[in-house]
């Protein structure tokens, strides 16, 4: 099955900008949707951003659209979440997240994704 190693989590001044990485291993993650994740202090895990497994369909949260934008590259076993403009409550722990899925499919439902990845800590200071 596939591991997620995530990357790139930092503490930033509110207004910067960050990019995070997931890496894959175990199997091509070309055959899984992917998803960003995050769990604020005192919070409960809240969806960010989804993409299909050929990066032609993306979908992000109210809370990061314009803002956040998820990517893949399938050849490097990698996906990205650009953050631009970041606020305070923007931190949190960020987390990668797979499952296998079929052509063109994306979700937000994080009881869909079976495969996880350890988190990376963004934090960020007004």
């Known amino acids: 099955q596939v591991q997620l190693v995530e990357s790139g989590g930092m503490s930033v001044q509110a207004g910067d900008s960050l990019r995070l990485s997931c890496v894959a291993s175990?199997?091509?993650?070309?055959?899984?949707?992917v998803a960003w994740f995050r769990r604020a202090p005192g919070k409960e895990r809240e969806f960010v951003g989804t993409i299909s497994r050929a990066g032609t369909i993306t979908h992000h949260a109210d809370s990061v659209k314009g803002r956040f934008r998820i990517s893949r590259d399938n050849a490097q076993n990698t996906v990205s979440l650009q953050m631009n403009r970041v606020k305070p409550e923007d931190t949190a722990v960020y987390y990668c997240?797979?499952?296998?899925?079929?052509?063109?499919?994306?979700?937000?439902?994080?009881?869909?994704?079976?495969?996880w990845g350890q988190g990376t800590q963004v934090t960020v200071s007004s």
């Open positions: 175990g199997e091509p993650i070309s055959a899984y949707v």
């Open positions: 997240a797979a499952f296998l899925g079929v052509t063109g499919e994306v979700s937000q439902s994080d009881s869909r994704y079976r495969h």
